[in-house]
């Protein structure tokens, strides 16, 4: 890394399908938004060839999609695919939101890539979500490299930057996240800025002036060597702590002078296996140059340093069943299994789907098993059925090239699946296979939608099922209880985004309207009452009365009802009539429109009429006697409580704890976690944390996570009751 310079490779520098998994790269971008990750992008892209310096793509001189401002807010909130090529290398580069809302885009680049590359700005530094992805990552033994953007910020400090990564990423080993290259600064300006003008590698004792817009290498003067011997030696002896020769370091340590193609092929291999985390520096191209300052030695680094897709294990993979089936990694002859990674909408060829093959090999017009299971709760129905393989191809922006196939360790899109959604497996028409799902972040935050009108009610329940479809963090709810659609999101941002898509991609327009939550009412104490239903309107009349007492059982007894009559006051018959207009007016409710539960209803006494009693009339009877026993009782109404789980740093538990507090909340206990974190339990008005997911993330920087469990009913707070009636009463 480093001494492999390569010419500027023009057109060819734009991927298409590669041949062989070997000649795949699959690196993820991580970083919070404003780090410089698209920006990056585009550097990289201009310095494989795939752009040339006027934006513009080699081989066909039309408009590239990195000048269109709306395509760039499209891929600020979602995950976009930018192929190259690098020394025959094909290097699919994905880039992810840095929003936190839109975390389901960052985790399916997670599983799509091999690597991931942390982006980190020389400005803002390490945020608490970015330690997060990186421990993620460092779960699954994922390999991973830094790079230092933003160097031209007046303030910029490489060496400073270098020190929080290490200190950030490196909590178990500082000694494994170290610079490979150092910046080269020109002469300072009125300000005293110094820009960057080039790196100094620290292996190959090489200098790479970028000044001229062009990578040009030299050798440093003996005034510079001393300046990079510490860095040099400190890196040295990183590699070598992570070689897998063990008499390496004994070598180096009795004085031999270790050779560079040694270094460099430890180094290699330490990045591949995610033991060792290089640190670099990009900056984007000036206007009219041809390469960015770094673009060469991080292009390098991932063709170099980053593992084939020979390296990655597959994910599980089992029989429609569940019987667990072997799948050799990177197969491109053995069974097709393949994942939707991300889906999308295109007005002129409908629904395109990323893919990520894991084995086999997919193909044009070939008919294929699409596997959809486990998330039927977000309004995702579980589905297996056949499809039509339409074209493939492979994105650069908004334009497509197509291509042939696409092997085992490759990314692609392929469109007109019709009923394939994110998170599907597609597998052999004859093996149906499916590939054990990733961790979907959790929607938190409500969103209770109607139609704007009646031409937008018909077309709302088309554009919700195809908005879920697309992105399986949001989650569909009919709510029964309450009557409304409700659309569960992971923030303010990602609702919006939501809301605008409906609009702009399907037509339809909805209002947002307040989220109301499932409430129920019950009884305070013993209560009785008589119903009495007696017409009389020429011909059969209606006679029916009944006597009941009602009395509170303990929570999640839900309505029992009991016979106690005597002497055949109210025949057998009618009986179940009784209860079938208590359990009736009970799903009604009896003071604010909130359903009954948790009592027994007994019935006493009636009285019956040969003639003119019916089913109707003792049903009429039994939800008269419920409304009566209810106005002559205290009726409580009683709230959802959820159970709280909260992951916070132990900077902020504090502030959580009180927040927590004055939501009405009951702190169950803490527990202390790895990484100087802190899990708080507790229970908390589901009233109260309508907004919880937007205020969490504020309170604690971005650095918390929260996750919730419907726990039981309780009776709510007097005054919060009574405004309640009081709005019920005003609303009918």
């Known amino acids: 890394m480093g001494d492999k310079t390569k010419e500027h490779p023009g057109a060819a520098g734009r991927a298409t399908a590669a041949d062989h998994p070997a000649s795949v790269r699959n690196v993820v971008l991580v970083g919070h938004s404003g780090s410089g990750k698209t920006t990056l992008v585009e550097a990289l892209a201009l310095t494989a060839g795939a752009v040339n310096r006027a934006g513009r793509v080699e081989d066909g001189g039309t408009v590239s999609d990195y000048d269109d401002i709306e395509h760039r807010q499209q891929r600020s909130v979602q995950l976009s695919l930018v192929p190259v090529d690098w020394n025959g290398i094909k290097i699919n580069i994905l880039d992810t939101p840095g929003y936190a809302d839109f975390v389901g885009e960052l985790r399916a680049g997670l599983r799509a890539a091999d690597a991931a590359l942390f982006v980190v700005s020389a400005s803002d530094g390490v945020d608490g979500s970015t330690r997060m992805v990186w421990e993620e990552c460092a779960a699954v033994g994922m390999p991973r490299a830094i790079v230092v953007t933003h160097l031209e910020a007046a303030r910029a400090d490489f060496a400073e930057m270098t020190r929080v990564c290490a200190e950030a990423f490196g909590a178990d080993d500082p ?394 006051a109210v025949p057998r018959q009618f009986i179940p009539s009784v209860e079938k207009g208590i359990r009736a007016q009970a799903a009604k409710g009896v003071a604010a429109g909130y359903p009954l539960i948790d009592v027994r209803v007994t019935l006493l006494d009636g009285k019956a009429h040969s003639v003119d009693s019916s089913d109707a009339a003792f049903q009429t009877a039994g939800a008269l006697a419920l409304r009566e026993a209810a106005a002559d009782a205290r009726i409580h109404l009683l709230e959802p409580v959820a159970e709280v789980s909260v992951l916070v740093g132990d900077d902020y538990v504090g502030a959580v704890m009180s927040d927590l507090s004055g939501r009405r909340g009951r702190v169950l206990g803490t527990e202390q976690t790895s990484g100087g974190r802190t899990l708080i339990k507790a229970e908390v008005p589901e009233f109260e944390i309508g907004r919880y997911a937007v205020d969490l993330r504020s309170l604690s920087h971005g650095t918390a996570r929260f996750s919730r469990s419907y726990a039981r009913h309780e009776p709510m707070p007097p005054q919060i009751a009574d405004r309640i009636r009081e709005q019920a009463k005003e609303a009918s």
């Not at 390496?248 to 031999?256: Q, T, V």
């Not at 390469?291 to 429609?320: A, D, I, K």
């Not at 922006?397 to 291509?403: C, E, F, I, N, Y």
């Open 175 to 568: 000694d494994a996240v170290l610079p490979l290259y150092l910046p080269l600064h020109g002469a300072a300006g009125p300000d005293g800025h110094a820009p960057v003008t080039g790196l100094v590698g620290l292996l190959t004792q090489k200098l790479f002036d970028y000044s001229s817009g062009e990578r040009k290498e030299s050798e440093p003067g003996p005034d510079q060597l001393p300046d990079i011997e510490e860095a040099r030696n400190r890196l040295i002896e990183g590699i070598i702590s992570e070689s897998e020769d063990e008499t390496l370091m004994d070598r180096y340590l009795g004085g031999e002078e270790i050779d560079l193609k040694t270094l460099i092929e430890d180094l290699e291999r330490a990045v591949a296996r995610g033991a060792f985390f290089p640190v670099l520096a990009a900056a984007p191209a000036a206007d009219g140059a041809r390469q960015g300052l770094g673009t060469v030695e991080l292009l390098e680094l991932v063709t170099g340093g980053f593992p084939t897709p020979f390296e990655h294990p597959t994910p599980g993979v089992t029989t429609l069943d569940g019987t667990p089936r072997e799948i050799k990694p990177c197969d491109t002859g053995g069974p097709l299994v393949a994942e939707v990674v991300k889906t999308a909408s295109d007005p002129y060829v409908g629904r395109v789907s990323l893919v990520r093959v894991f084995s086999g090999t997919l193909r044009p017009d070939e008919t294929v098993h699409v596997s959809g299971h486990g998330l039927a709760d977000r309004g995702h129905e579980d589905h297996d059925v056949d499809e039509r393989v339409g074209a493939l191809s492979t994105p650069f922006g908004k334009q497509q090239r197509a291509v042939t196939h696409v092997i085992a360790g490759d990314l692609a899109c392929v469109a007109k699946l019709g009923r394939a959604e994110t998170g599907d497996t597609l597998s052999g028409k004859d093996d149906p296979l499916l590939m054990e799902p990733w961790e979907m972040p959790d929607p938190l935050l409500p969103l209770a939608i109607q139609a704007h009108s009646k031409a937008d009610e018909d077309k709302l329940s088309q554009g919700l099922s195809r908005l879920v479809a697309e992105d399986p963090t949001m989650r569909l709810e009919q709510n029964q209880d309450t009557h409304q659609v409700v659309l569960w999101c992971l923030g303010e941002a990602h609702a919006d985004v939501a809301l605008e898509r409906l609009r702009s991609r399907y037509g339809v327009q909805v209002d947002v309207v307040p989220h109301r939550v499932s409430l129920r009412e019950t009884f305070a104490g013993k209560s009785g009452g008589r119903g009495r239903h007696v017409k009389q309107s020429g011909g059969h009349g209606q006679f029916a009365i009944c006597e009941i007492e009602v009395e509170p059982l303990p929570g999640g007894s839900g309505i029992e009802f009991v016979d106690k009559v005597v002497g055949g």
